[in-house]
């Protein structure tokens, strides 16, 4: 059975950093693509960034030159670096796997970006 495990999200300044983790179970997904996506208040979940199984990442423009994603395929973990933050960045952020033709997904982590 596939899961996901979220953590690092929480309040920070404008102009701070956080770093989230998300790390799979229940199989090999070195093969798979991850990312993150994030909900603001009110609004539809968006794309933010993911990384292949040959690590090459992509983004949305909104975090391009200041958020960084990686993984860790051996132990199905990735990571979002995201630096000076913004509020417009607050948002429930949520990791995707894609895995076998199915989309799983983390319960969220809650990133608050004020001062």
């Known amino acids: 059975q596939v899961h996901l495990v979220e953590s690092g999200g929480g309040l920070v300044q404008p102009g701070g950093s956080l770093r989230l983790s998300c790390t799979a179970s229940?199989?090999?997904?070195?093969?798979?693509?991850m990312g993150w996506f994030r909900r603001a208040s009110g609004k539809l979940r968006d794309f933010v960034a993911s990384?292949?199984?040959?690590?090459?990442?992509d983004y949305t423009d909104s975090v391009k030159g200041r958020f960084v994603i990686s993984r860790d395929s051996a132990s199905n973990t990735i990571d979002l670096q995201m630096n000076r933050l913004k509020p417009e960045d607050t948002a429930v952020y949520y990791c995707?796997?894609?895995?076998?033709?199915?989309?799983?997904w983390g319960r969220g982590t809650q990133v608050t970006v004020s001062s």
């Open positions: 995707k796997l894609g895995y076998d033709e199915v989309n799983y």
């Open positions: 229940g199989a090999d997904f070195s093969a798979s693509t």
């Open positions: 990384v292949n199984g040959s690590g090459v990442a």
